[in-house]
């Protein structure tokens, strides 16, 4: 069982990135999945979560109208496209997963570095 996050990289502001949070060993779509991102010397945000079976999507108030979480059941994966970067998105983004909906998360992935410099 597997969750794995990419997708991150060095972008200029005003860019556009899509992460993805590929699963393996476990069906994605039975499972909300999450974002969050932890800039350095800051806590861990929450800018994301989909629902399981793609039901409706939360976005928190700093990233609404440029995050869009969206899944593709044959690949496995959820993905969120981050448009309009800034450098205040510069940040390690991870995904996790959980089954329940209670937000207590059963996997985790590794984050990705997003970095956003001009």
């Known amino acids: 069982v597997q969750l794995q996050a990419s997708g991150g990289g060095l972008v200029q502001p005003g860019e556009s990135l899509r992460l993805s949070c590929a699963a393996s060993?476990?069906?994605?779509?039975?499972?909300?999945v999450g974002w969050f991102r932890q800039a350095p010397g800051k806590e861990r945000e929450a800018v994301s979560c989909i629902s399981k079976n793609d039901l409706g999507a939360y976005y928190a108030d700093s990233v609404k109208g440029r995050f869009t979480a969206s899944r593709d059941s044959a690949k496995n994966t959820v993905y969120l496209q981050i448009d309009s970067l800034t450098p205040e998105d510069t940040a390690v983004y991870s995904c996790a997963a959980d089954e329940t909906g209670d937000l207590i998360y059963d996997y985790w992935g590794q984050g990705t570095q997003v970095t956003v410099s001009s």
């Open positions: 060993g476990f069906t994605l779509d039975n499972y909300a």
